[in-house]
């Protein structure tokens, strides 16, 4: 959608959350799914925020490299250019204590299965509340 089609949507509270990350724009429609659903959003710590103060008991898990070093090395093989990596870089360190602060689950993807397995016993956990 163009900006201001996205800002109309912000104006009419068309949003479950959305935020400006690296300066492009995101946001997650309303609604979302009918009450008693799950839903997954892969959004990140602004929208996390949003979510938290509509729904204090979201759960919100945040994905995270097993380093620095392998973060990087997955932004090269993307084919990210160097401004990219560099900036993506910088911001993740923000990321990661920022989601600290919002008492998100840290799930290490050192192993996509293993992982992935982590993320779905979390939910199911959570359902079994």
Partial sequence: MSRE???????????????????????TPRPVAPPGTDVLLEIEVQGAAQVLGQDPDALVI??????????????????????TIARRLA???EETDAARRL???????????????????????????
């Fill in 5 to 27: 089609e996205f800002d109309a949507a912000l104006r009419e509270d068309g949003f479950l959350e959305h935020a400006e990350f690296l300066g492009h724009l995101y946001g």
């Fill in 62 to 83: 945040f994905i995270i490299p097993p380093s620095v070093e392998e973060q990087e090395r997955r932004l090269r093989g993307r084919g990210d250019a160097e401004e």
């Fill in 91 to 93: 911001k993740a360190a």
């Fill in 103 to 129: 008492g998100a689950v840290m799930v290490v993807n050192d192993d996509l299965d293993r992982a992935v397995g982590e993320v779905a016993d979390l939910i199911e956990s959570r359902r079994d509340r």
